[in-house]
C-alpha cells in the first residue's frame, strides 16, 4: 500500500514558475516509476512527465522544455518543476506511483488526491 500526496499548487500569472511534490509513504518494496497527469474541467486525464527507479525522464510534448520531473530517493518524494506556465497548463495536476511491489503482491498502480495549478492573469 501506498499513500502519496502533492503539494505545491496555487495561482500564478502567465509566465512564472511553480515546485509541485509528491511525498510517498507506506510499506512497499520497489515502485518502477513515478508519474504526474494533469486533468482540467470536462476533458481526460493527460500524461505530463514520469521518472524512472533508474532516473529515466519522459515528457509530453506539450511540456517539454518547460517543465522537469526529478526524485529523491532517500524522502520518496518526487518533484515536478514547472516554468514559463501558460494558461493551458491550467488543471488539477496528480501523482501516481506506477507498477509498485509489495510483499502482499503487485503489481498495483497508486494515485494521489491531485493538488490544483491555475494560470491566470
Known amino acids: 500500500q501506498v499513500q502519496l500526496v502533492e503539494s505545491g499548487g496555487g495561482l500564478v500569472q502567465p509566465g512564472e514558475s511553480l515546485r509541485l511534490s509528491c511525498a510517498a509513504s507506506?510499506?512497499?518494496?520497489?515502485?518502477?516509476?513515478m508519474a504526474w497527469y494533469r486533468q482540467a474541467p470536462g476533458k481526460e486525464r493527460d500524461f505530463v512527465a514520469a521518472?524512472?527507479?533508474?532516473?529515466?525522464?519522459d515528457y509530453a510534448d506539450s511540456v517539454k522544455g518547460r517543465f522537469t520531473i526529478g526524485r529523491d530517493n532517500a524522502k520518496n518524494t518526487v518533484y515536478l518543476q514547472m516554468n514559463s506556465l501558460k494558461p493551458e497548463d491550467t488543471a488539477r495536476y496528480y501523482c501516481?506511483?506506477?507498477?509498485?511491489?509489495?510483499?502482499?503482491?503487485?503489481?498495483?498502480?497508486?494515485w494521489g488526491q491531485g493538488t490544483q495549478v491555475t494560470v491566470s492573469s
Open positions: 521518472i524512472t527507479s533508474d532516473g529515466s525522464a
Open positions: 501516481k506511483a506506477v507498477r509498485v511491489w509489495s510483499e502482499r503482491g503487485g503489481p498495483n498502480d497508486y
Open positions: 507506506g510499506t512497499f518494496l520497489s515502485v518502477s516509476a
